[in-house]
């Protein structure tokens, strides 16, 4: 029964790429923004939204929660809608795509064996990698597989198409990893704001949570710069794009463990959030 539940999933989800992909990024991220901004109207996870808003900003009025909601909403159906266009988008010469501080990016990668990148659910944080892959370099990106193997095959060709390589995550991807960044010009780029139960315990928004590590862990034993990057939606499909500092080896060494380096980072994706939360994904139940 679960195999033909899949099957089922899967040739829904191919419909609504192959509908997506011939409407063009501008019409699907449209049409989808506006089916997930009524579908949040009746969703379970909206409460969890409102709760993990309110913890973070106790100050905010409930009007202001309930706006901030309703724009994450719409954000995140437009990145469903956009994801069959992904790799149409190209960063050079596009007036709708700004990139700040590309050399934040490109030195590191340059002058370094190998670089880690992290980023956050916020804006359209898939197009994180465009100006890297883009400009001739590899990264390969831990990911969740989703449950639905069928769904996870087209996830994996969409991600390919614009130049980035998979790596799964749990044991085998970590041997993976080690794999990658043994070898020059092995980056590996993650999403580190999802909660992880058999991660380590750290803070964010002054509230103790779970954390996966395994940036940090890659840093010490590698010696690689960690570069923060994130993507925010400036107006419906335009995009700015900014690499932040690069944080040295030196730094990462200093923090001295897991813990303190992650608390270090949280901070960072922390200051992203209070700059744009009606853009990032505040129904994980962190």
Not at 22 to 38: E, H, R, Y
Not at 82 to 100: T, W
Not at 161 to 185: H, Q
Not at 260 to 275: R, T
């Amino acid at each position: 029964m679960k195999s033909i539940k899949y099957l089922v999933e899967f040739l829904l989800v191919k419909i609504f790429y192959i509908i997506f992909r011939m409407l063009g990024l501008k019409v699907s991220s449209n049409i989808s923004g506006q089916i997930f901004l009524l579908y949040g109207l009746f969703s379970k996870r909206t409460k969890i939204a409102k709760l993990n808003i309110k913890r973070a900003f106790p100050d905010l009025t409930n009007k202001n929660i309930d706006y901030i909601v309703k724009r994450m909403w719409e954000n995140f159906g437009r990145n469903i809608g956009e994801y069959p266009n992904l790799d149409r988008i190209k960063v050079h010469n596009n007036k709708d795509i700004q990139v700040k501080d590309i050399q934040n990016l490109l030195e590191p990668l340059k002058n370094s064996k190998n670089c880690l990148f992290f980023s956050a659910h916020i804006g359209n944080w898939e197009l994180t990698s465009h100006p890297l892959t883009q400009n001739g370099y590899r990264i390969n990106f831990i990911y969740r597989a989703p449950n639905n193997k069928y769904v996870d095959g087209l996830l994996r060709k969409i991600r390919h198409s614009y130049g980035v390589n998979l790596i799964k995550k749990g044991k085998d991807g970590a041997k993976d990893c080690i794999k990658v960044l043994s070898k020059e010009g092995g980056n590996i780029g993650m999403l580190i704001d999802q909660k992880m139960n058999d991660g380590i315990e750290t803070n964010f928004f002054n509230r103790k949570v779970m954390t996966a590590s395994a940036i940090a862990k890659f840093s010490l034993k590698f010696k690689c710069p960690i570069i923060p990057a994130f993507c925010v939606r400036k107006n419906k499909t335009s995009f700015i794009i900014k690499y932040m500092k690069p944080i040295p080896y030196e730094k990462i060494k200093s923090l001295k463990n897991e813990e303190k380096i992650m608390n270090y980072l949280n901070k960072i994706i922390e200051k992203w959030i209070i700059d744009y939360p009606e853009q990032w994904i505040w129904f994980h139940n962190r």
